[in-house]
């Protein structure tokens, strides 16, 4: 297998197994992940600060003090040439999410022009979407979910915004994301989900994990209220949303 | 009586900051951790402190810290303007930047502006008594983890000491303040550098960009020219499949602009980086100001690794060479007699 290094400074370099969103190239990634952990663990590797995984590629930071990138770089070489393991492994996710408060999406309108749909069949085209989730990152909890239906493709905003509010669903690319936080973001916001992807009072402070299968429920404002009371009280049953 | 530093005035921007929340980067958790990493360091050996403990990162302007123990000892770096001690029975009294100072109960630190920098620090000896979080006691206040509840310090927040009275020992001081260097900043190319057309890499490499008003401590969005990418944004140029960002990344959204993303950045992201700050230069970049100038000029990975190693030994001798400082007016036998009696040790005050 062909990887391509690429330089993040000093202190981490990328190593990317394609150019496209696949099960089979994220499947490698996390299996480089998991066997940088394993060696690690085994006593190499010296200078490996923490490895990162994304769609189609691993981040590995290292300190510059304890080793180098012409060091490192050969012995991940000879980790992959020794061969990666797959990985498989699934739950199905549901996310109740509200799309029709203008609060909650406020890009649907402009979501519905530029893909020439009307805000109902960019709802129905959401709604219908089979989605994967591929990798937890930018922030806790954040989690890229892949699958969006075709017709709602749009490259993100050219300038993100600098507040997007917490559980806000937006789309961008083939892709939807679910903000844990209250953060700057640049995709198109068409909902809003109440729970939470972040939560630290839970054991498991993380929702989704990367693999789950998911599927958006359409909610009105007052389902929306309801159980974002619960989520906030700490009472909701997560187990509904979620079959192993 | 539980020792601690009560606020008695927040600053603009005051968070507990150590080297970062290492290793939960695959949760998406940002490591956080001091935008100056030689200021903390440098604070943390004046209070006798490991490198890696947690200290008060200062942002702009700094708290009123009310003492709430017999005595600590605090160490400040970073160019304040300049901080005062105050207490019931005393005027008034400046202190220097860059030494340790010991405080008694019932004074005030007034920490006060920070000039020609954003950034400066204070730790105090022994540490804060606060519960990690991930490993790390570093705030990340997007999450609303880790340092004194997950936010920037407000007023009457009271942070507890480890230890109620100052250990014994002298203060003491930099020999010089520490140079973090000047002219270009230093990057690596990469790791999208191709996403670029030529013109808008030398453009990014050739032009001055100023830090805008947007400047946090996830990072800094600059002004100047645009910098072109290789395909028209309308056909995606300006987006790729999210990857891992490191510290110091450059990227660079549709609007052409670039914005350096420093400790509390996401961990991946979807715009092209065009170049990587080099580490010896992020402690530069956490001191920047909105209105401030920079260029960028291009180094290899093996340049950037050797000024690193470099500015580590620097940073190792500059504690080495750490001075004896005397108390502000000379010494003061009274409070040294005190001093002695409170920790129950006697010692030599410092040379004159």
């Given at each position: 297998m062909s990887v391509r290094y690429l330089s993040c400074g000093d202190t981490a370099f990328t190593v990317e197994f394609g150019n496209q969103i696949s099960p089979q190239i994220n499947g490698q990634v996390m299996a480089l992940h998991g066997a940088i952990g394993a060696a690690r663990a085994d006593g190499a590797l010296k200078g490996v600060v923490e490895t990162v995984p994304s769609m189609r590629s691993l981040m590995v930071t290292y300190d510059p003090m304890a080793t180098s990138r012409a060091a490192l770089q050969p012995e991940i070489d000879a980790l992959i040439s020794r061969g990666l393991p797959a990985e498989a492994k699934t739950r199905r996710v549901t996310i109740p999410c509200c799309y029709d408060d203008p609060e909650f999406a406020p890009d649907l309108t402009e979501v519905a022009e530029r893909?020439?749909?009307?805000?109902?069949?960019?709802?129905?085209?959401?709604?219908?979407?089979?989605?994967?989730?591929?990798?937890?990152?930018?922030?806790?909890?954040?989690?890229?979910?892949?699958?969006?239906?075709?017709?709602?493709?749009?490259?993100?905003?050219?300038?993100?915004?600098?507040?997007?509010?917490?559980?806000?669903?937006?789309?961008?690319?083939?892709?939807?994301?679910?903000?844990?936080?209250?953060?700057?973001?640049?995709?198109?916001?068409?909902?809003?989900?109440?729970?939470?992807?972040?939560?630290?009072?839970?054991?498991?402070?993380?929702?989704?994990?990367?693999?789950?299968?998911?599927?958006f429920e359409r909610i009105d404002r007052k389902t929306f209220d309801r159980i974002a009371a619960e989520v906030e009280a700490g009472t909701l049953d997560w187990s509904t949303l979620v079959k192993e | 009586m539980t020792a601690a530093l009560k606020v008695v005035r927040p600053g603009l921007f005051d968070t507990l900051q150590d080297r970062g929340r290492i290793g939960y980067m695959a949760l998406g958790m940002p490591t956080a951790g001091a935008m100056d990493r030689i200021g903390l360091a440098l604070a943390n050996a004046l209070a006798g402190n490991p490198a890696g403990m947690a200290?008060?990162?200062?942002?702009?302007?700094?708290?009123?810290?009310?003492?709430?123990?017999?005595?600590?000892?605090?160490?400040?770096?970073?160019?304040?303007?300049?901080a005062l001690i105050e207490a019931p029975d005393a005027p008034p009294k400046p202190i220097e930047s860059d030494r340790s100072h010991l405080l008694k109960r019932g004074q005030v630190l007034r920490v006060g502006m920070i000039e020609g920098s954003s950034t400066a620090y204070l730790a105090v000896a022994g540490g804060f008594a606060l519960p990690a979080f991930m490993g790390s006691l570093s705030t990340y206040a997007r999450a609303g983890v880790g340092g004194f509840e997950g936010r920037k310090l407000q007023a009457n927040d009271s942070l507890p000491l480890k230890l109620d009275h100052a250990p014994p020992g002298e203060e003491r001081k930099l020999a010089a303040p520490f140079d973090y260097g000047h002219g270009p900043v230093r990057v690596v190319w990469g790791p999208q550098e191709a996403s670029f057309s030529e013109q808008g890499r030398a453009t990014f490499i050739g032009a001055d960009y100023r830090v805008s008003k947007e400047a946090d401590r996830m990072g800094i969005r600059f002004e100047g020219p645009t910098i072109e990418h290789a395909v028209a944004v309308e056909k995606g140029g300006a987006d790729i499949i999210s990857d891992g960002i490191g510290p110091g990344a450059i990227q660079v959204p549709g609007a052409g602009l670039p914005i350096v993303l420093l400790a509390d950045r996401q961990t991946v992201g979807g715009y092209p980086?065009?170049?990587?700050?080099?580490?010896?230069?992020?402690?530069?970049?956490?001191?920047?100001?909105?209105?401030?100038?920079?260029?960028?000029?291009?180094?290899?990975?093996?340049?950037?690794?050797?000024?690193?190693?470099?500015?580590?030994?620097?940073?190792?001798?500059?504690?080495?060479?750490?001075?004896?400082?005397?108390?502000?007016?000379?010494?003061?036998?009274?409070?040294?007699?005190?001093?002695?009696?409170?920790d129950g040790v006697v010692y030599e005050p410092a040379p004159a």
């Open positions: 893909t020439k749909r009307t805000p109902e069949q960019v709802i129905e085209g959401h709604l219908k979407s089979a989605f994967t989730v591929y990798v937890l990152g930018f922030m806790p909890g954040l989690a890229y979910i892949a699958g969006l239906d075709p017709s709602l493709y749009l490259p993100r905003r050219s300038e993100p915004r600098v507040r997007v509010p917490k559980s806000s669903v937006s789309i961008a690319m083939n892709m939807t994301v679910i903000y844990p936080f209250e953060s700057p973001g640049g995709w198109h916001l068409i909902g809003r989900t109440p729970i939470w992807l972040f939560d630290q009072r839970r054991e498991q402070p993380v929702f989704l994990a990367p693999g789950d299968h998911l599927t | 200290g008060l990162e200062i942002g702009v302007m700094g708290p009123d810290l009310l003492v709430e123990a017999d005595s600590v000892r605090v160490a400040l770096t970073g160019p304040l303007s300049p980086k065009i170049a990587t700050v080099a580490s010896v230069d992020l402690p530069r970049l956490g001191r920047l100001l909105p209105g401030q100038t920079v260029r960028f000029t291009a180094v290899t990975v093996e340049e950037a690794e050797k000024l690193r190693r470099e500015q580590e030994a620097r940073v190792a001798r500059t504690i080495a060479d750490f001075q004896p400082a005397r108390p502000a007016g000379g010494i003061d036998l009274a409070r040294l007699y005190e001093e002695n009696l409170i």
